[in-house]
């Protein structure tokens, strides 16, 4: 019967260890120039242009890829075809619209039509046309700003290869008045070496690893003292 317990024990482990190997492997391999719109993207479909415009042009540039509870202040994040899946949860949306409230700035960029509800979840108010090359909206979130276009394309790799639309974005990065501007890729579940995997995997299966193991855990000792 020991080596019977000892056989469970050891798939438990094994499962656990294949299951959390999993995991991080799709996340380490999704982060490249896989993923539409994201800043690591150098395809026609990605935002990398900007992410370099932006730093010739003498901003403090860098990708982001935690939850929004640890953006920093004074700040522009940049938002470019987000996973609403991700950004909709109660948990992004509060400490987003707190950060938005304490005076910095968010540019949304996305065709999709979730966009208006999501931006008035996040208390934006007094909307103004923006933009000289692309009719975008500036909103007020408490102190802070929320700029909107919504036509992401034009800001893809492909679409900036029309000067205007780069144009543009420089121009909301001036409206905002920060020097910092952060590309956010945690908006599509995506992680970067220099983060821990507890934030990265909050919406990509960290609740299942934690489940199955415990599951695992509690089926192998009732298992043991069943058996003596």
């Excluded at 469970?8 to 190997?21: E, S």
């Excluded at 896989?34 to 900007?50: F, H, M, P, Q, V």
């Excluded at 909709?88 to 996305?110: D, P, T």
């Excluded at 208006?116 to 979130?141: C, E, H, Q």
Aim: proline fraction near 2%; glycine fraction near 8%; hydrophobic fraction near 40%.
């Amino acid at each position: 019967m020991r080596r019977f317990k000892k056989i469970l024990a050891y798939i438990a482990a094994i499962i656990i260890i294949i299951a959390a190997g999993l995991l991080v492997y799709g996340v380490k391999e999704e982060i490249p120039q896989t993923i539409e719109y994201t800043s690591y993207n150098t395809k026609d479909d990605g935002t990398r242009a900007l992410y370099l415009l932006a730093k010739e042009m003498g901003y403090d540039v860098n990708v982001f890829t935690r939850t929004s509870r640890f953006l920093p202040d004074n700040t522009t994040v940049v938002a470019i075809e987000p996973d609403f899946f991700i950004t909709e949860s109660s948990f992004e949306k509060k400490y987003l619209k707190a950060w938005l409230e304490r005076g910095n700035v968010l540019i949304l960029i996305s065709k999709d039509s979730d966009a208006v509800k999501y931006i008035k979840d996040l208390g934006a108010s007094n909307p103004m046309n923006f933009g000289r090359y692309d009719l975008g909206y500036k909103y007020s979130v408490g102190e802070g700003i929320l700029i909107l276009f919504k036509d992401s394309d034009k800001y893809t790799n492909s679409g900036v290869k029309d000067l205007d639309f780069g144009v543009q974005f420089i121009e909301a990065l001036e409206e905002g008045g920060y020097n910092k501007v952060l590309f956010n890729e945690y908006f599509y579940c995506i992680g970067s070496s220099g983060v821990k995997r507890w934030h990265i995997v909050y919406f990509c299966g960290q609740r299942v690893i934690i489940k199955l193991g415990l599951d695992l855990l509690i089926y192998t000792f009732s298992v043991s003292r069943r058996f003596g």
